[in-house]
């Protein structure tokens, strides 16, 4: 597509349940980043994605958290028994093989959990 | 440990006002060094990007940022900035094949 494309936009969850974000990146876009952005805070760095591996998931907060991407494109990040500390923007960006040209980042999922 | 350092998370200038954002880095001899904006409800944006060359790179909207190995700064600048330049700034660095943010300064702008 376009540009980066994040689903829901938008999501409340009751604490305990499970969640899904999706994040379809550009078409080409060979990289893919997860990261969680908190109330006024920075972006704080989730995975990476090279094509379907994951070179990189030191960010993952615990092992309630876990990504998954198929076929080169789409991206889904998983958030198990949700916690209200998981309330966060998060992120998806992609970029081309190289990542020092930037990404592009999508509009994110705003996640709320009470 | 820490890559991209903003020193100021809060800073207001008057309309018109000429601005400069700080940004100090601690990672690679030979940085790649990015300033993104975030505006209010709005997505990341790519302002400019410094890779190597010219130290003083050109981005959009009017802004500019200068490099400096010798102080390991990358300051974004603009020379009068208008109300809608209100937003969050983010320096950001690459390391590890990856993007590095910093904190983030938010911009106020009085009119």
């Known amino acids: 597509g376009a540009g980066v494309s994040q689903s829901p936009s938008n999501k409340v969850t009751e604490k305990g349940k499970d969640v899904e974000l999706r994040c379809d990146p550009i078409s080409g876009h060979t990289a893919l980043y997860w990261y969680r952005q908190r109330l006024g805070q920075g972006l704080e760095f989730l995975i990476y994605?090279?094509?379907?591996?994951?070179?990189?998931k030191s960010g993952l907060p615990s092992d309630r958290f876990s990504a998954e991407r198929t076929g080169e494109s789409v991206s889904t990040l998983t958030i198990q028994r949700t916690q209200q500390e998981d309330s966060a923007v998060y992120l998806c960006?992609?970029?081309?093989?190289?990542?020092?040209?930037?990404?592009?980042f999508g509009s994110g999922t705003r996640l709320t959990v009470v | 440990a820490q890559s991209v350092t903003q020193p100021d998370i809060h800073i207001t200038v008057s309309e018109g006002a000429s601005l400069e954002l700080r940004c100090n880095y601690s990672y690679g001899a030979t940085p790649y060094l990015f300033w993104y904006v975030q505006s209010p409800g709005q997505g990341l944006q790519l302002l400019l990007k410094y890779f190597s060359g010219d130290t003083l790179v050109q981005g959009i909207k009017g802004f500019e940022a200068e490099f400096k190995r010798s102080q390991s700064s990358f300051n974004l600048r603009k020379p009068s900035v208008h109300w809608s330049d209100a937003a969050e700034y983010f320096c950001a660095v690459v390391r590890d094949d990856k993007i590095i943010f910093g904190k983030g300064t938010r911009l106020h702008i009085l009119p």
């Open positions: 960006a992609s970029s081309g093989t190289i990542v020092n040209y930037g990404y592009t």
């Open positions: 994605f090279q094509g379907n591996s994951a070179p990189d």
